[in-house]
């Protein structure tokens, strides 16, 4: 199966990737005039022929491509929000790696109140590493495009700015539902899925979701890390709202 590489755009028949992944392609991969890659703006994917490899130190390699048939590009249906407490970074890269695999569109990193602080306040730098992240992921994947990247919020901001039709607060709580009740009766196709930190959510978090229309929901009665969360989440939420 082709790799597949995201382009800033189509220029007619002709297309360029630069920077950080023309390096990869041409230095890692060893990309050669005259090889195949499916290439994607987001919008179209096309099968792309290798036309110039020009590989310097920095930021300056790009790599030419001659396009040679358009690819159908299916996209799913279903769009997945996940607002994501931040927890260590190691956890938290990992969640972005397999939520952008499971098809996620929008990532919002959320500062929890029991987030830890330090890492609230050193995730601003992390940014550009989120960003390429979620591109080698959605490449790896043969996504039409990468997931968007939002800003850090606080739950209370974040919770009314989310829009789908069916939202899920993932909770603890002994109180919440099966999260198969909530989709039994879910209706339409985009979702929003909360996580909490380590440390959980608080009485004040709980009470602002529940006033922007979040449901609670458990994953059973085991804790889970957040890694393990997120994939399974997602992963039901695909089954059963999916296409």
């Not at 920077?19 to 096309?46: F, I, K, N």
């Not at 792309?48 to 300056?60: I, S």
């Not at 919002?108 to 080698?136: F, G, H, Q, V």
Request: glycine share 6%.
């Amino acid at each position: 199966m082709r790799r597949r590489f995201f382009v800033e755009r189509f220029e007619g028949d002709t297309a360029t990737l630069r920077g950080e992944p023309a390096e990869h392609l041409g230095r890692v991969l060893r990309a050669e005039r005259g090889q195949l890659y499916e290439l994607s703006d987001g919008e179209r994917v096309w099968l792309a022929r290798v036309d110039r490899v020009a590989l310097t130190k920095g930021e300056n390699s790009r790599i030419e491509f001659a396009l040679v048939e358009r690819i159908p590009a299916r996209e799913s249906k279903l769009r997945i929000h996940l607002l994501l407490s931040i927890v260590k970074f190691e956890r938290f890269e990992w969640c972005l790696e397999k939520a952008t695999e499971l098809g996620a569109a929008e990532i919002t990193p959320l500062a929890a109140a029991r987030s830890d602080k330090l890492l609230i306040a050193a995730a601003a730098k992390r940014r550009a590493r989120w960003e390429k992240i979620l591109m080698e992921s959605a490449q790896q994947s043969r996504q039409l495009r990468r997931p968007t990247l939002g800003s850090i919020a606080r739950p209370s901001a974040a919770f009314p700015d989310a829009k789908a039709s069916t939202k899920i607060l993932l909770s603890e709580r002994a109180d919440s539902k099966p999260m198969r009740e909530i989709l039994a009766a879910a209706r339409g196709s985009d979702a929003a899925l909360a996580f909490g930190p380590e440390g959980g959510w608080t009485e004040e978090e709980v009470a602002a979701a529940h006033g922007a229309a979040f449901a609670e929901a458990s994953l059973g009665h085991n804790i889970l890390r957040a890694e393990t969360a997120v994939i399974a989440a997602l992963a039901i939420v695909r089954f059963a709202l999916g296409d």
